[in-house]
């Protein structure tokens, strides 16, 4: 079973950058699809982006398109999630996920980190 521990949130102004990462424990890492959700306070956990383990593929929610950049570095068994443009509405925890594929992922049946704060001021 993965494990994975994100790092990186803390308190940023609109408009200000931040970049999060995920570590994960399996050695079989460059197997799993990864991913990132969102949940702010009162909502939903909500996908926010996916990058596939076969061909980098990724996926984005409409609501971070082109603000959103999500890679992975296989060799340091690390997924990151780059943020730009952030807004106060991007304000939640950011849990980081990895699923055997993205249809697994999109049903939240993958392994979960505890997530990491993101807080943007206006």
């Known amino acids: 079973q993965v494990q994975l521990v994100e790092s990186g949130g803390g308190l940023v102004q609109a408009g200000g950058s931040l970049r999060l990462s995920c570590a994960a424990s399996?050695?079989?890492?460059?197997?799993?699809?990864m991913g990132w959700f969102r949940q702010a306070p009162g909502k939903e956990r909500e996908f926010v982006a996916a990058?596939?383990?076969?061909?980098?593929?990724?996926y984005w929610a409409d609501s971070v398109k082109g603000r959103f950049t999500i890679s992975r570095d296989n060799a340091k068994n690390t997924v990151y999630l780059h943020m730009n443009s952030l807004k106060p509405e991007d304000t939640a925890v950011y849990h980081c996920?990895?699923?055997?594929?993205?249809?697994?992922?999109?049903?939240?049946?993958?392994?979960w980190g505890q997530g990491t704060q993101v807080t943007v001021s206006s």
């Open positions: 399996a050695r079989t890492f460059d197997t799993y699809t």
């Open positions: 996920t990895a699923a055997t594929n993205l249809a697994s992922m999109q049903a939240m049946s993958g392994t």
């Open positions: 990058i596939t383990r076969i061909g980098g593929i990724t």
